[in-house]
């Protein structure tokens, strides 16, 4: 599941482990494993979000902003600029984009045009920004229209709450506004017992759905947004 995290102004930090595999593979078969990854079509990777990496490598620190529809080498190199990222501010190296393994965009800073390949990622396919940015209209227009819904009437964003069946609905006639007709919505399962409202949303661009998940009452206008 690809649920978008955070957002650009405020990035989340964190460490990522290197993953067991990659660390086990005999250098011998590292050109096999370098080419067994499915390759992602844009709009299969849009919604994951983008990670700005500190070095030119998947161990390295990272930080992770919400798709923007922009290029994703210039919405890092705005964290750089502000310090965000990096021990000197105002420092901004020269990037590269890829798809990591995950389905999400990995942002390395170097001048390496095959640090893809020599990472065994993938290419940022070229029409990547174009699909960003259909889906951050679809997204935005999503968020809109379910922040309406919840507090029509008398309802505050404090006590909003859409039932799932609303939500599901409210979903489905977005998609279809935009022309997202292979996606579908769909309830997200998981440890949701006594949550009555279905007000939050999740993004699983790989199956290409919709996430309508379980939740107490209150509705954030822009939950992808600054906090």
């Not at 595999?21 to 096999?32: D, F, K, Q, T, W």
């Not at 992770?64 to 990222?85: F, H, M, N, Y």
């Not at 920004?129 to 029509?152: N, P």
């Amino acid at each position: 599941m690809h649920e978008i995290r955070k957002e650009r102004q405020r990035p989340t930090y964190r460490r990522r482990r290197r993953r067991l595999a990659a660390i086990l593979v005999p250098a011998a078969l590292l050109g096999i494993a370098a080419t067994s990854y499915v390759i992602l079509k844009s709009d299969e990777v849009v919604a994951a979000g983008i990670g700005c990496y500190d070095a030119a490598d998947e161990g390295a620190n990272v930080a992770i902003v919400s798709t923007t529809g922009e290029a994703p080498v210039q919405v890092c190199k705005e964290l750089w600029a502000r310090g965000d990222i990096g021990s000197s501010p105002g420092e901004v190296p020269t990037m590269t984009a890829c798809i990591n393994s995950g389905g999400a965009v990995a942002v390395f800073p170097t001048s390496d045009d095959d640090v893809c390949t020599r990472l065994g990622l993938q290419n940022l396919p070229e029409d990547y920004q174009q699909a960003a940015r259909r889906f951050v209209r679809m997204r935005d227009a999503l968020i809109a229209e379910m922040y309406e819904a919840a507090t029509a009437g008398s309802a505050t964003e404090r006590d909003a709450c859409l039932t799932q069946q609303r939500s599901l609905d409210v979903a489905e006639r977005v998609l279809a506004e935009h022309d997202f007709d292979d996606w579908t919505a769909v309830v997200a399962t998981g440890e949701y017992q006594g949550r009555e409202c279905a007000n939050d949303l999740g993004f699983d661009d790989k199956d290409k759905k919709v996430l309508i998940i379980p939740s107490g009452p209150g509705i954030d206008p822009d939950p992808f947004g600054p906090h």
